[in-house]
C-alpha cells in the first residue's frame, strides 16, 4: 500500500476537520521520526491511520471489544479510549496491514503504556502536540519534544492524568502504566 492510497481510505473515514488533524499529526510523526532516527514511512502510515475507528459507531467497536482479543475492561472507561484499540484490529481487517509495531502505535496513541517503542512514543506525541491543538501546557511539550523524546513523552502522561483528575474522569491503567514507566526511565531507572 502507498501513503496516497492509505490517505484515501483514511479520508473516507473521518470528517474533514479530523482528516485534517490527521494530516497534521502525519506531518508532525515525520519530523519526530527524523529527530528519533526511525522510519519516517512507518511513522507517517501510523499517524494516517491513528484515528481510522475514530467515527465508528459505539456499538460497533463494543462488538469489535468483546469479539477480540482486547480486554473487555476497556468498556468500563470512556468510549473515547476505544476507537485506538479498535482502530488497530480495523487497519489490520480492512487495509490488510500486519506490521505489529505500526498496528502498536496505533492501539496505544490516546493512552501510552509502559515499554513504548520509539514509532509508539512518536504516534502517541504527534497526536498530542500537531500544530492544530492548543492548550495549556501544551508549549511545554512541544519544546520539550524537540530535544527529547521520553520527556514530552512523560510530560503529555502526566498533563493527561492532571486533566482527568480534574475532570474526576476515571484513569485506563495504560496510561499510568506510561507514566510510571517513563518516570522510571527518566529516573536513570531509579524511582
Not at 80 to 93: C, D, M, N, Q, S
Not at 94 to 120: F, P
Request: some cysteine.
Amino acid at each position: 500500500m502507498k501513503i496516497n492510497d492509505a490517505t484515501e481510505a483514511v479520508k473516507q473515514q473521518l470528517t474533514e476537520k479530523r482528516f485534517e488533524h490527521t494530516l497534521r499529526v502525519a506531518e508532525t510523526a515525520v519530523d519526530l521520526a527524523k529527530k528519533n532516527n526511525i522510519s519516517e514511512e512507518k511513522a507517517e502510515f501510523a499517524a494516517v491511520f491513528h484515528d481510522y475507528a475514530k467515527f465508528r459507531s459505539l456499538e460497533e467497536m463494543k462488538r469489535w471489544i468483546l469479539s477480540s482479543s482486547l480486554p473487555n475492561d476497556l468498556l468500563h472507561y470512556h468510549h473515547e479510549l476505544w476507537h485506538a484499540p479498535v482502530g488497530a484490529i480495523l487497519v489490520r481487517e480492512e487495509q490488510g496491514i500486519k506490521d505489529k509495531e505500526l498496528l502498536g502505535a496505533i492501539h496505544y496513541h490516546t493512552t501510552g503504556r509502559a515499554h513504548m517503542s520509539v514509532l509508539e512514543k512518536v504516534i502517541f506525541l504527534a497526536d498530542y502536540i500537531e500544530p492544530g491543538r492548543s492548550f495549556p501546557g501544551l508549549d511545554e511539550v512541544r519544546e520539550m519534544a524537540q530535544v527529547d523524546l521520553d520527556h514530552a513523552c512523560w510530560l503529555t502522561s502526566r498533563n493527561t492524568i492532571e486533566f482527568l483528575m480534574r475532570k474526576k474522569s476515571r484513569i485506563y491503567p495504560d496510561t499510568f502504566h506510561a507514566y510510571n514507566d517513563l518516570t522510571t526511565s527518566l529516573n536513570g531507572g531509579n524511582e
